[in-house]
């Protein structure tokens, strides 16, 4: 399973156990996080522990997810993020939008 859902009432919390993160798995993942969302408005947790690498659809997925929270004072919190991927978020700017 490439994603673990610990979700608790206070939280959405996801472990991805994926090195790379690009293209279907991006979506999936936005798609899981949107579902518990919807569900009830709370702060995402995402484990990137395994994670070194995003492509650009993936980052998009992450920025849909962003906006969605910031209308109701929700943050995306990256737990673990390597070096490569704290690296690539700081490239884009898009280290402001997270917590890391």
């Known amino acids: 399973m490439s994603f673990l859902d610990l979700s ?17 798995t991006g979506s999936e993942l936005k798609n899981i996080c949107k579902k518990r969302l919807d569900e009830k ?5 995402l484990d990137f522990a395994a994670v070194k690498y995003m492509d650009s659809s993936s980052i998009g997925a992450l ?10 004072g929700h943050k995306i919190y990256l737990d673990k993020a390597s070096e490569e991927v704290r690296q690539l ?4 700017i898009l280290d402001q939008f997270l917590v890391m």
């Open 63 to 72: 920025l849909y997810l962003i906006q969605f929270l910031k209308k109701d």
């Open 41 to 45: 408005m709370r702060d995402i947790h």
């Open 89 to 92: 978020f700081k490239s884009l």
């Open 8 to 24: 608790n009432d206070k939280d959405i919390i996801i472990r991805v156990d994926l090195k790379t993160i690009q293209g279907d």
